[in-house]
């Protein structure tokens, strides 16, 4: 998958867009197309575990810059903490992405990146 800036369309490969954080132009990398997972995914989401989650979307994202042996490895260690969905009402749920180590938000993507 190719990465391009909001600003210009110039693509990039993931490995760049990871290494430079911003595009030359100032704007932020975004992927040329957001990956849709299949139905078969969504229907068996309550049987998954959070790292079996962030490893099937990851992969969408990163394609084969990653070997699958070492993506799993980083997810299994970034995601190693709850993160609860509670109920605010009735078909609306709030993800708390606060267990994390650092106990804020920035440890489900901050942590992947580093």
Partial sequence: MKY???RQQQATNIKTAILKGLADDGGLFMP???PQLDSEFFENLPN???QEIGFRVAKEFLGESISDYN???IID???NFDIPAVRISENIYSLELFHGPTMAFKDVGARFMA
């Fill in 32 to 34: 040329e197309y957001i």
């Fill in 71 to 73: 993506l799993k490895e």
């Fill in 48 to 50: 998954l575990t959070l």
């Fill in 77 to 79: 260690e970034v995601l």
């Fill in 4 to 6: 391009i800036s909001t």
